[in-house]
């Protein structure tokens, strides 16, 4: 008997090349995987940390002498040819369209992300045409963009709409489904308040993660930004998921330079900015609409249960209020009222404005939420801005990672549980009080609804909790069923007792030992 061999038989020379076609088309296949997975978070990181390292460099005029002379109306006559929009041809659920330097705009490099690598998106005059401006583009090189926006069918399956816009410093603004362009959000806000000068950090650097076709329509898109300004730099990564409220997932690494200045006193984590010129609280005189905002309140939640509302104001002078929490779990300035017939305005139509609301991801700790509102003579001019600033704010030399989802909201917006505020009006009705007594009392008209108060009989026991500060005293507080609405009305009446001095006040409603609703608060200027 021969002896059992385990040597194997040598293919043929065909199978032996489909072999090696096969090892190749998998190591290829292996490096594109790779390559597409070879730009992160870490590596915008890297880049953010080594600038940290050097002084900070301000910007060079982005803009040549002949395109920085043009004003508004010339600027808006460059327009982005429709026939350029990157991604158009390969039939994926994202474009991309630019937007072009001008005199007031920094330039930034965008970059695409793909299986092939990472490659510069270099200016090109043709993207654009030029309307009636002479010019000679032709002579300028390559000036970068002012921003970019991106085209997704948020609306309808047959058109690409408008879905997020990155543009000026680190500012970004999206939409969901069926909303019109209100306010606004940032990478960081810094030294808002504390008596210096605001610091503006600016994006000046992205990188975008081309979809594939294999990725389906429902993938987010993927953009990274390298944020720099003369205290800190950063690295960004936005996960930006289309829908009927539209999601931008960040996660942000910042570094703080060393012997950059004076020690940074507000450092505001995803900061909103936004615009309130007058409201149901706060009615002008003069104009048919009977509100014109963007936002109506900011909204907080904190860790321990509590949800808080504040309606915004218009202020004669500039106004910073905050709240003091042990953690977060969310805040946002709100739309609330969604109704036309509250502001009657058929072109900006700001009962389509977005809410946004901020969810952070992981513990950010103990800090304050931060309002700042300025006074504004009109609807042109954003005034309001919210921020997170946490109690430990990193040093010089040192970094700081946190992470937030940032949702874009119409209709279906966050709610506290139980109940919440639908309108806040000031004023006085007819009162038996004389012109005096009037002139030194504030009165308010409150009204709430919410699972927790329809539920409730309409003559339940609700009570009106309220309190003031040392500058107020509370005259007058009752709560009723409203029977117009179904939800519950609060009215108040406090009186001022120096009329130099502002007035905070907070009320909520209760129901035997239990609070129905979130804890409306306000402050009465002097």
Known sequence: MKPYSTALKR????????????????????????QAQAWSLDDVARLAQQQAQSPYRPPAPAAPPELAALDYDALRDIRFKEDQTLWRSDALPYELKFFHVGRQSDSVRVNEVSPQGVKRLPYRPEQFTFGSNRLNPQA???????????????N????????????????????????RYGLSARGLAV??????????????EFWIEKPSIQSGPNVPLTVYALLDSPRMTGAYRFDIRPGEQTVTEVHARIFMRA?????????????????????????????FRP?????????????????????????????????????LKGFGLMQRDRAFGSYEDTEARYELRPSAWVTPIGDWGPGRVELLQLPTPDETHDNVVAYWVPDKIPQAGQSLDFAYRLAWQGKTQQQPPNGWVTQSRRGTGYSKL???????????????????????????????????????????????RNPATGGWRM????????????????????????TVSETWTTIVNP
Not at 23 to 30: D, K
Not at 158 to 174: N, P, V, W
Request: proline share 7%.
């Open 156 to 179: 309808s399956t047959t058109y690409k709409d408008e879905l997020i816009t990155f543009q000026g410093a680190s500012y970004f603004r999206a939409l969901g489904a069926g909303q």
């Open 140 to 154: 300028w090189g390559d000036l970068g963009y002012a921003g970019f926006r991106v085209h997704s069918p948020l």
């Open 434 to 480: 004389s012109a005096q007594e009037r002139a030194q009392t504030i009165q308010y008209a409150v009204d709430f609804a919410g699972p927790a108060l329809d539920s409730l009989d309409p003559a339940a026991p609700v009570r009106a909790v309220v309190s003031s500060d040392a500058n107020g005293r509370v005259l007058e507080s009752q709560a009723w």
């Open 191 to 204: 030294d808002v308040t504390g008596g210096g000068p605001e610091e503006f950090p600016r994006f000046t």
């Open 259 to 287: 012997g950059a200045g004076p020690r940074v006193a507000t450092l505001g984590l995803a900061p909103l900015t936004s615009m309130f010129l007058f409201g149901e609280n706060q009615p002008q005189v003069g104009d």
């Open 291 to 327: 509100e014109v905002h963007d936002s109506d309140g900011l909204m907080v939640a904190s860790s321990d249960g509590e949800w808080l509302w504040r309606p915004l104001q218009n202020p004669t002078a500039p106004l910073a209020t905050s709240f003091a929490l042990k953690g």
């Open 11 to 34: 293919p043929s020379w065909p199978v032996r090349r489909l072999l090696a076609t096969l090892a190749l088309v998998t190591l290829l296949a292996a490096l594109s995987a790779a």
């Open 491 to 514: 009215s108040l009446r406090v009186q001022r007792l120096d009329p130099l001095k502002p007035v905070e006040l907070r009320a909520f409603l209760q129901h035997l030992d239990n």
